[in-house]
Structure formats: structure tokens, C-alpha cells
């Protein structure tokens, strides 16, 4: 999600700090630059030892902790909690912010909690009503919480605001693609095309809407497309399996699969789409694919243990390949 980042936050640090802290503050930004967020965090950790009331220490250490790197789920939320502590004493010190109700938004979107996060993006915009990126947060949160009229009008007034604004028709070209309005989820990523060309994300998601309304050609179109614009972007490969697969090109569909575990080591769905086209050749090697799927996504180990029980029967193959070579409503 969209927040403000530490060289956003310049007006709270002539706010909040004076001599030594504006000194600490300024090798915390440096530090941040670079990349090293958690020297950062230290700086700004020291800041707040020193004077608890700066409330800009804690807004930027808690971009920080977002920005950390992380080597699992759990670390992640636990870094998003530190996250949603600073930002909740940045609003108990100085609750007139609304970049902060803007980043506390969208920190809760991140975590999926999208009723707080539209409670927080509405005082943003209560704060200030034409607040671009609390308002196409705001159309995100609704939207992922069904509420898509309602978001819709969000990013219309976002639209307004800024109608040249790449990320308006990014994130409304997903909540349309989401709520089912294929047609125009695609003219949305069309006109990013058009602002950024050489970015293959739009030509991802709109090779992805033109698999729903099965203009298939045009979607391997644009997922060859957006290979060309990044060789080394995952995704357009895996959607580039689903549909030769779909299409009954097994043994090409399973080599842009193996090419989207390559570049993606840690995607589960990778792992499972190669179990379910190697079902019916390699039961084995399919079920490796189903373990490391579950592995890599405890969440749904109910799933690929039910896939690995049907390798046991010829019948429980057939039925695992049919699921995935007729189901092209089953999209990630």
C-alpha cells in the first residue's frame, strides 16, 4: 500500500526535533537510504529514549519496521505490530496528522484487518478531503471488504484529483479485476500502458483479464510482453502455464512453470501448478511438488495433503489434472 516514506516526513522532524535530535534524525534518514533499517530503527529508538513526546521518531521508525526484511510470516506480522505501535503513539502525540491515519491505513490493509484500515483512512480524509492516496487507499480497503460501489466512488474522486496518477488505475484495475468486471479492469491497465509502457505490470494484470473473458491469444500476447519488459519477473510466466496448459500445451506449459519456480523459489502456487500438470506422467515427482507447496504455505496444508492423497488412484490423477486444465475461474 501507498504511505509516506522517511523523506515525506521532513515537515515532522522541523516539528519534533532540535539539535542533537535533528542530528540523530538525519544519520536515521541516511541510514534508511541506504537500505539499513535496522541501524535506523536504533537511531530513532535512541531518539525516543530521549524525549518520549517525538512523535516524528516514532512515525519514522515505524516505516522502518515495515521496511525490514523478514524471513518468514511470523516475522513479518511481528514487525507490523512494532509497525502499528508507533504509529498509534505518533496519533496519541500528534493526532492531527493525516499522513499517519494514511500509513496506519494501509499498514491494516497489509494485514487484512480492511475495517480499521477504512476507519483510519477516513479520518485521514476527514483531515483533509482531498487526500489523493487515503483516497485510492480507502477504494482498496472497500474494495477487498466486498464494498466495491462504495470503492469505486473512492477512486472516482481520486480520479479527479489526479487523473494522471499511474497508481489510480493500478489499484482500480485490480478492484475490478477482483470484483468480476473483467472488461474494465482491462481498460484501466490499458491506460497505464499507455503512462508507463516500459512497465510490465500492466501488461500482467490485463493478460490475466483477457484469460477471463477467454481472449486468450491476446493474453499470452501481453504476459510475452511483459517477459520481454523484465525476463526476470515470475509472474507472467506462471499465467503464461496456466494458459498453454489450459490450451493442452503440456510440455511448454510446464516449462514456463519450472521457469516461474526458478525466478520464484518461495511461490507455492508454482510448486502445485507443476504438481497438477505432472500428475498424470509423474505421481511422484508431482507429489514432491504438492510437499514442497506445503511447505512453503502452511496455511493451505489441507489443500495440497488432499492433492497428495489423490495420487494414490488413477481416478484421483484425472481428477486433480481436470480441476486445473477446465477450471480457468481458479485464478490466483
Known amino acids: 500500500m501507498k504511505k509516506i516514506w522517511l523523506v515525506a516526513l521532513s515537515a515532522l522532524v522541523l516539528a519534533a526535533c532540535g539539535g542533537s ?7 536515521a534518514q541516511i541510514a534508511a537510504d541506504k537500505g539499513e533499517f535496522e541501524k535506523a530503527i536504533r537511531y530513532y529508538s535512541t531518539i525516543i529514549k530521549n524525549n518520549p513526546d517525538n512523535y516524528a521518531a516514532y512515525a519514522s521508525r515505524a516505516l522502518a519496521y515495515e521496511r525490514l526484511e523478514y524471513k518468514d510470516a511470523e516475522e513479518l506480522e511481528k514487525n507490523r505490530i512494532a509497525a502499528e505501535r508507533d504509529y498509534l503513539n505518533t496519533i496519541r502525540l500528534n493526532y492531527r496528522r493525516p499522513e ?4 496506519l491505513g ?4 497489509d494485514q487484512g484487518k480492511y475495517q480499521d484500515a477504512i476507519v483510519n483512512l477516513n479520518q485521514a480524509l476527514e483531515l483533509r478531503p482531498t487526500y489523493f492516496m487515503a483516497l485510492v487507499n480507502q477504494g482498496v480497503a472497500k474494495s ?9 466512488v473512492d477512486f472516482a474522486k ?3 484529483l489526479n487523473p494522471n496518477a499511474p497508481l489510480l488505475y493500478l489499484n482500480r484495475g485490480l478492484a475490478l479485476f477482483a470484483a468480476g468486471y473483467y472488461q ?5 491497465f490499458s491506460q497505464l500502458m499507455e503512462m508507463q509502457p516500459q512497465n510490465p505490470r500492466p501488461y500482467l494484470e490485463r493478460g490475466r483479464a483477457f484469460m477471463k473473458m477467454e481472449y ?6 501481453d504476459f510475452q510482453q511483459a517477459i520481454a519488459l523484465k525476463p526476470d519477473y515470475a509472474m507472467p510466466y506462471f499465467y503464461a502455464a496456466e494458459l498453454l496448459f489450459n490450451k493442452g500445451d503440456t510440455d511448454n506449459a510446464i516449462a514456463y512453470a519450472e521457469r516461474a519456480k526458478l525466478l520464484a523459489p518461495t511461490y507455492a502456487p ?10 498424470l506422467e509423474s505421481p511422484v515427482e508431482a507429489t514432491q511438488h504438492y510437499l514442497a507447496a506445503r511447505r512453503l504455505d502452511p496455511q493451505r496444508a489441507l489443500r495440497y495433503q488432499g492433492k497428495i492423497r489423490l495420487m494414490t488412484t488413477e481416478e484421483g490423477r484425472k481428477r486433480v489434472v481436470a480441476g486445473r486444465f477446465f477450471d480457468l475461474q481458479n485464478q490466483r
Open 158 to 160: 481520486a480520479e479527479e
Open 100 to 103: 499517519i491515519y494514511n500509513n
Open 216 to 221: 486468450y491469444q491476446n493474453a499470452m500476447n
Open 106 to 109: 494501509a499498514l491494516y490493509i
Open 144 to 152: 477487498r471488504s466486498n464494498q466495491i460501489g462504495a470503492a469505486l
Open 184 to 188: 474494465q479492469a482491462a481498460e484501466d
Open 21 to 27: 535530535e535533528a542530528s540523530l534524525f538525519r544519520k
Open 270 to 279: 508454482a510448486y502445485e501448478m507443476l504438481g497438477d500438470m505432472l500428475a
